[in-house]
């Protein structure tokens, strides 16, 4: 797990007149979490849309596997295996949870075997496959959201904040469910804001503040260190449990 899948170098971004990305550098190393923490604001999910190609970097370089990503558009990011799940899920509300699969699998067609696997990760899938993707509660939409990103094998799947506004049951399961994903082979960078999730799932971690990376290292180290935390992120993260 030490290759890096994907490396951002020196990537500044801005949205409009704004400069929001600062020199962004960090590693996603290949077959493990790595996680995206900072306060509201700190430019994780800019970070996200830049991999994504949503926004373009205007100077520095992402790259895939030893390849710059960084001028390319968002469909042939994606055609390199790179799925991403935004905050507000994508889904197609008037659809069925079927229908939202098949748009899904880029070849119209699903694998039998990756479904049933898919059941098993969420089984509300399976309960409510014939139901609009709009009926579903807010985990479950989570949920199918993560399905449609994972139905054919990715390189790297993106999750900006699932357990936003969940109930800790919800998160408790969608937890669950992550920590199968990552037996299998897929790499996943997640923003999180939960943090007993972050500890759970994390093998490695980057921090931002005001659009830089300001802390990268392992999981582990930043969860026991509350005084590191602390001046990250200027609380304790443990508050935000
Ligand atoms: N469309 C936009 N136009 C102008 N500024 C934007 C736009 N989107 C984001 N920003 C600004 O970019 C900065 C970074 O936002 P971003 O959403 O990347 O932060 P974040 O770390 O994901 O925050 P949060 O945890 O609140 O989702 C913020 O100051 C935000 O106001």
Redo the contacts with the bound molecule.
């Keep these: 797990m030490s290759e890096a899948l994907l490396t951002l170098q020196d990537v500044h971004t801005d949205?409009?007149q704004?400069h929001?990305l600062h020199g962004v550098s960090m590693e996603v190393p290949r077959g493990g979490v790595t996680m995206l923490l900072?306060r509201?604001?700190?430019?994780?999910?800019?970070?996200l849309r830049t991999i994504m190609g949503l926004w373009k970097a205007r100077q520095g370089a992402v790259t895939l596997e030893g390849q710059d990503i960084s001028k390319f558009n968002t469909p042939d990011i994606s055609q390199l295996g790179i799925a991403y799940v935004p905050e507000n899920t994508g889904l197609f509300t008037d659809l069925s949870v079927e229908e939202n699969m098949i748009l899904a699998a880029r070849s119209g067609k699903m694998n039998e075997d990756r479904l049933d696997w898919i059941f098993s990760l969420f089984p509300a899938m399976k309960t409510f496959w014939s139901l609009p993707a709009g009926n579903l509660s807010g985990g479950q939409k989570q949920m199918l959201a993560i399905s449609r990103a994972i139905i054919e094998p990715r390189k790297l799947l993106i999750v900006d904040?699932p357990t936003k506004g969940l109930a800790p049951a919800i998160i408790q399961a969608l937890t669950a469910a992550f920590e199968e994903l990552k037996k299998s082979d897929t790499t996943i960078l997640l923003?999180e804001?939960n943090f007993a999730m972050a500890k759970r799932l994390g093998d490695t971690v980057a921090v931002?503040d005001d659009g830089k990376i300001v802390h990268t290292g392992l999981m582990a180290d930043l969860a026991s260190d509350n005084a590191l935390q602390e001046r990250l992120m200027g609380l304790s993260m443990e508050a935000h449990q």
């Design positions: 949205i409009e704004y929001i900072g509201n604001g700190a430019g994780k999910t800019t970070t904040e923003v804001q931002m």
